[in-house]
Structure formats: C-alpha cells, structure tokens
C-alpha cells in the first residue's frame, strides 16, 4: 500500500479486508508445536515461534490473561497518545492519516534491545482496530513511506494483530498476539528470539501495570 496512493484512492476498507483475511488464515492455522520460551517468572505469558509463511522469519505467538475486559483493554492497545505512555518499548508516535472505520497510518519508533545490539527501529503501519468473531482485534502491516528518520533502520511488519476475548473467568480475559517482524540488518536469530519473547513479555506486565492505574 502506498502511503499516498491511500490518499487520493482512500482504499482503507479494501485493505483492511485483505489484511484481515490474511490474519485469519494466522489464527485458524496457528498450531505452533516449537515453544520458544516458557518464562517462569511470568507463569501466564507464554511465547511460541514457528516458521512465517510471510517472509524468511518466524511469527511469534504471545498468550496471557489481563484483569479487565476486552473494550478497555483494546483502548489501550491501539495506535495513539494513550499507547505511548505506557508501552515501553515504543518511544515516538504520530498518526499520519486518520482513514474510516477505525483505521489509520501510524509512524512509530521502537527502542533498541539487548543492549543496542538491536538498535532503535522506525515503523509506518496501516492499523485497524475492529470486533473479531467473539472478541476484539487490532491488527496491523506495514505500507511504503519515503520519509525516513535519519539513523533509524526502517523494520517491516508482515500481518500482525492482538486478539482479545472474555475468559471463562468474566473478570479476566485472554489476550493473544500475533507477530511477524521483519527487524531488517544482519542480526542474529538467537538475538531476534531472545528480544521477541522479552518484548512480548514485557508487553504484558506494561499493558497490566497501566490497565491498574
């Protein structure tokens, strides 16, 4: 998608369904028997790899439960001012289009891991937030923009999204994301997974420690 193109076309609508079927097939077929890491100390949070059918990378599958239900819990998950203040792995982000039903074009920078030996990356996103099967979903790809912040590496993202339903337990409910970054630069894939899981991890315990305050 071409970030100007989005301008006179406003395709929003038609991209959005593509990239929701393209999520669909995740989800429908997401039977990911590699477990990545089971982190002990975050017994509800799990993390999952297995080979992308998007690019030459992996798609990680995060799953854990959150006290709140799935219409706040979303409001804090999709792009906007209220997402930087607590995510910490994102330090900048300014929507640059706003599109029709619930959709935008969303610039973001992320910060560097494993002591920098991940550096800061720059994203520009199509993001759509909408109701999915029984819960909510706020799902994601990156499109073609030209301006570049000078000393970031523009990443990718292939389809991605975070869904969320009622548990059984109506006081929590169960949040499941599904990523496919492409970070982009000669990095190790021990590095990739180790900050994969850590980040998806950390999302948590942020999304949670917000959610309370």
């Given at each position: 998608m071409n970030l100007s193109g989005a301008s006179r076309r406003n395709p929003s609508v038609r991209f959005n369904q593509s990239l929701m079927s393209r999520l669909n097939g995740i989800v429908s077929n997401t039977v990911i028997s590699s477990v990545l890491l089971v982190w002990l100390f975050q017994k509800d949070v799990t993390v999952w790899?297995?080979?992308?059918?998007?690019?030459?990378?992996f798609l990680y599958k995060a799953?854990?439960?959150?006290?709140?239900?799935?219409?706040?819990?979303?409001?804090?998950?999709?792009?906007?001012?209220?997402r930087l203040e607590w995510d910490s792995m994102i330090t900048s982000l300014e929507i640059l289009q706003t599109?029709?039903?619930?959709?935008?074009?969303?610039?973001?920078?992320?910060?560097?891991?494993?002591?920098?030996?991940?550096?800061?990356?720059?994203?520009?996103?199509?993001?759509?937030?909408?109701?999915?099967q029984r819960g909510l979903l706020s799902c994601g790809v990156s499109v073609d923009h030209e301006e570049q912040r000078a000393g970031l590496v523009r990443g990718f993202n292939?389809?991605?999204?975070?869904?969320?339903?009622?548990?059984?337990?109506?006081?929590?409910?169960?949040?499941?994301?599904?990523?496919?970054?492409?970070?982009r630069g000669m990095l190790p894939q021990a590095a990739v997974d180790t900050a994969m899981a850590s980040g998806l991890v950390n999302f948590f315990t942020d999304l949670r420690r917000a959610l309370k305050i």
């Open positions: 790899r297995k080979p992308s059918q998007e690019f030459g990378g799953e854990g439960t959150v006290a709140e239900n799935p219409e706040r819990i979303m409001d804090f998950i999709r792009p906007g001012a209220r599109l029709d039903q619930g959709c935008c074009v969303v610039k973001y920078t992320t910060a560097g891991q494993l002591w920098n030996i991940i550096s800061p990356r720059e994203f520009v996103d199509f993001s759509c937030t909408s109701e999915y292939h389809p991605c999204g975070w869904f969320c339903v009622p548990a059984q337990d109506l006081e929590l409910s169960v949040l499941t994301g599904y990523i496919q970054t492409d970070l």
